[in-house]
């Protein structure tokens, strides 16, 4: 079964930085796109960042300038380094992965997150 695994989240100070790591597993189709949402208590799931297997970035306004978002197709595994890091960054982080090809009817795949704390 296909897994996402994100890790690298954690504790850091107003203007510290984070690598975060998506690990995708079971299975062998390409990935077609990366995408890293976050969601903070009492709001919505944004997409911060995303990537596709051309190496094209789409980023969201909050994130641009501060965020690079990069993937390794060979080691079907993502990244989000975040630079800059502000309180209003703090949320659960969760890579989405998106497959050339469905497993068992889907195509797009979540990981359990991994949370940021910006302090200040």
């Known amino acids: 079964q296909v897994q996402v695994v994100e890790s690298g989240g954690g504790l850091v100070q107003v203007g510290g930085s984070l690598r975060l790591s998506c690990a995708v597993s079971?299975?062998?189709?390409?990935?077609?796109?990366i995408g890293w949402y976050r969601e903070a208590p009492g709001q919505r799931r944004e997409q911060v960042a995303a990537?596709?297997?051309?190496?094209?970035?789409n980023y969201a306004d909050s994130a641009k300038g501060r965020f690079t978002i990069t993937m390794d197709n060979a080691r079907n595994a993502a990244f989000l380094q975040m630079n800059n890091l502000k309180p209003e960054d703090t949320a659960a982080y969760f890579c989405?992965?998106?497959?050339?090809?469905?497993?068992?009817?889907?195509?797009?795949?979540w990981g359990q997150g991994t949370q940021v704390t910006v302090s200040s």
């Open positions: 079971g299975t062998t189709n390409d990935i077609d796109a």
């Open positions: 990537i596709d297997s051309a190496g094209s970035t």
């Open positions: 989405n992965a998106f497959l050339s090809e469905a497993v068992a009817g889907r195509y797009d795949f």
